[in-house]
């Protein structure tokens, strides 16, 4: 997302688009409060809003300004447009958003709603076949939604998350085709260890397994030498939240399977970092055409 965070700094440092001195602004507290009246919001729900964006509230002059950023609030005209546009009815739209874990009563903006719906239009197919490989070992769909939304704001607390994962994925390689960690030396089997605990960090969540009702650790496990009995995985945010949890069949290990639901869940971590990036695109592109 960096080439992002570079345009956006770069429209918002043109004077000629802003019309901005250099010194720190911001809109005059009346303009603003009057605003935030017009559209229901405190201000510290804006703050919010405009933080998910990397918007610094001190980059606007006047309330003018701040619209140009924001975008259109939704009426029953723009909605309906929107539906037309997506050849869907309110009540398809509604499931549509459900599907994510998400709702049309979470956004203010017609512009933020669309890219969201031309995202989730375009990936529905794709979220149906994740939950359904997850679905395979016991997770739910709605755990599945909740996976998905916790892993989108840890991207979005993390812009460089996509290009640290693609560095981890490129020394991983030489261990994909292994099919006995036995032969792996003590040196290898270390590195391994330590690749999947760097990605598990990166998506900021700690994972843990049991085998009838013993913790083992990730170590262990891939050490392994035969299908343990009763596996049980549960993955838990940084707080301590129970994001999913799952008993891993004996017999996916046998036939490989354990790996392509592991490839679920990082698909699911694929798909949130992705949803991320297309908003944050969409917000600055929208708001690029508005300031010309």
Same mark, same amino acid.
């Given at each position: 997302? *960096? ?25 005059? +507290? ?34 003018? $300004?701040?619209?140009?950023?924001? *975008?259109? =609030? ?26 994510? *874990? ?40 709605? +755990? ?11 991207? $979005?607390?993390? =812009? ?68 343990? +009995? ?33 490839? *679920? ?28």
């Amino acid at each position: 997302m *960096g080439y992002i965070r570079v345009m956006l700094i770069g429209f918002l440092s043109f004077s000629l688009l802003f019309q901005v001195s250099t010194a720190i602004a911001a809109p005059p +507290e009346d303009e603003l409060n009057q605003y935030l009246a017009e559209i229901g919001w405190s201000k510290q729900e804006l703050l919010d809003y405009l933080a998910y964006y990397e918007i610094p509230l001190e980059e606007f002059n006047s309330v003018e $300004e701040l619209k140009e950023i924001m *975008g259109t =609030p939704i009426n029953s005209t723009n909605f309906q447009e929107l539906l037309v546009k997506y050849n869907l009815t309110e009540q398809e739209l509604y499931e549509l958003m459900n599907h994510f *874990g998400d709702s049309v009563s979470e956004y203010k903006f017609i512009e933020d709603l669309d890219a969201t719906v031309d995202f989730y239009v375009n990936h529905d197919t794709y979220m149906a076949e994740v939950e359904a490989e997850l679905a395979a070992i016991g997770i739910t769909e709605e +755990e599945t939604e909740r996976f998905f939304n916790y892993l989108a704001q840890v991207e $979005e607390n993390n =812009p460089n998350q996509l290009d640290q994962m693609a560095a981890i994925d490129t020394r991983m390689e030489k261990y994909l085709n292994v099919d006995n960690p036995a032969l792996l030396s003590e040196a290898e089997l270390d590195e391994l260890v330590s690749l999947l605990e760097e990605t598990i960090a990166l998506y900021q969540i700690n994972v843990k397994f049991a085998i009838n009702n013993k913790d083992v650790t990730l170590k262990e496990l891939i050490q392994m030498t035969e299908a343990p +009995e009763n596996l049980y995985a549960s993955v838990y945010s940084t707080t301590g939240e129970l994001l999913i949890d799952f008993n891993v069949p004996a017999e996916f290990f046998e036939t490989g399977e354990v790996i392509d639901e592991g490839e *679920g869940m990082v698909h699911v971590g694929e798909l949130s970092d992705e949803y991320v990036d297309h908003m944050h695109e969409e917000k600055y592109k929208n708001a690029e055409k508005r300031l010309k």
